[in-house]
């Protein structure tokens, strides 16, 4: 996108260009970042600009990473990605955010880039380096340049043609023109979005959440500690603010491994689901992702509910449920073994109350761990099961009660969202789904 949009303005309208592209990052699934400049002069500024009037967006999450509003000029032209209507993408900005775009009278456009190019691309591969080609018609659109240079959308479009067909003419007119579709829907779909008073407005700011592997409290205190590590350094970037030495880089060191710490939460826009009714244990999703991102853990029956109790005690003793854990898990076991069409939430469930049903409580009595198993019930249930033939049967024949159930987690930090699980899975036991703040919500608990 960056190059066309040089190469047009160079061309149609004389400018003088310099132009910077960021390469590296994307190698590990990050943000890249272009910048241009535009001048009728010589540009003999060399550096990365700080200062813009236009910023595009094609991450819509980028006001949840970092603060892309600083650097752009008071009144300046921001181009966000955004399924949304404008009213919905306004409402859902931080508040912050949305103050400081009417205070600085910084004009917020939204494109649904993604879509555009999915519609209008003939081949899959080019989607995602298609929408780029949308925004370059939503630039031409929310910037002043044409305006400012005295052309008009018609000369635009016929330079922006002549610019694609010396780039992709030898891959044929179908590239040219699917491009050429894409710039054109980017330049008449792109919608201003005007800031409304938002009930609410004084929502208290919200602090970047700690990535898991950071978040040790019982690690050693001083220049290793990975909390301090996230809240003098790592925070403070998630904020977008420009820390210019923190105490860290300031005496050359940093807690080792941190490294592996890369949250991609705020980068991707899609994660896998798991299915696991339709789960067989192949092994392919952990087997090929590329960031090890979703690894498969088998454990025995007894051991999901007793971490179930530990993770959802919070204070509450679980004192009446404990003590029947192992009949519990003994006798959905049992159950498991002997129907293979049980479901594994099926047999938690009469598992339990078979346990119940033989031990003579009083009403009382019963009444209460029913409360409590009412509780872990729903914890299981909101971390799907697989029973599988590798790992439940498989185990079941070489010994009794050797068998597991399988879980796939996805690891809610390292996934970058490149869908290849999907791909790889024979049995539609994991489907892609859009990235919300309850999806994500889940993954963290989960994992
Ligand atoms: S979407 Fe990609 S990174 Fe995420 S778990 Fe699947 S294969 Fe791994
Ligand atoms: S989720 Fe799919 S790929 Fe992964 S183990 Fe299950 S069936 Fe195999």
Known sequence: MGKNLAMTAFELFGMQIKANPKYGSEKKGQPTTFYAVLAHEPVLLNCELTHVDVVLSPDPNVFRHSDPLAGLADGGVFVL??????????????????????????????????????????????????????????????????????????????????????????????????????????????????????????????????????????????????????????????????????????????????????????????????????????????????????????????????????????GVAFDRLRPVTKHWARETHKLLARDPKLAVPAAFETGYRNVADKMGWDDVRRAETDREFAVIRERLAAFPLARTKPFFDAGEAKEKTGGGLLSITVNPEACKGCNLCVAVCPDGALETVKQDEPTLARLRRNW
């Open 81 to 314: 990605q955004s399924d949304q209507s404008p009213d919905e993408t306004w409402k859902s900005l931080p508040a912050h955010t949305r103050t400081q775009i009417r205070e600085r009278d910084i004009k917020l456009f939204v494109l649904d880039a993604f879509a555009i190019a999915r519609e209008e691309a003939s081949d899959v591969e080019m989607r995602f380096r298609m929408q780029g080609a949308a925004f370059l018609g939503a630039f031409f659109r929310a910037s002043s340049l044409i305006a400012r240079e005295g052309s008009s959308e018609a000369k635009v479009f016929e330079g922006v043609r002549r610019q694609f067909q010396k780039k992709f003419g030898h891959k044929g007119e179908t590239v040219v023109e699917d491009n050429l579709r894409v710039i054109r829907r980017g330049y008449d779909q792109v919608q201003a979005v005007f800031p409304t008073p938002v009930e609410g407005e004084e929502e208290p700011g919200t602090v970047p959440h700690i990535p898991s592997l950071l978040d040790v409290p019982t690690a050693e205190p001083g220049l290793g500690n990975p909390g301090r590590y996230w809240e003098q350094v790592c925070a403070v970037c998630a904020t977008g603010q420009d820390g210019i030495a923190d105490p860290f880089a300031a005496i050359s060191v940093m807690p080792a491994a941190t490294g592996a710490v890369r949250d991609m939460s705020g980068v991707r826009l899609e994660v896998p689901h798991f299915i696991a009714e339709k789960c067989t244990g192949c092994g392919q999703c952990w087997v090929q992702c590329p960031d090890s991102a979703i690894p498969g853990l088998v454990n025995s029956v007894e051991d999901l509910i007793s971490t179930a109790i530990d993770v959802s005690s919070n």
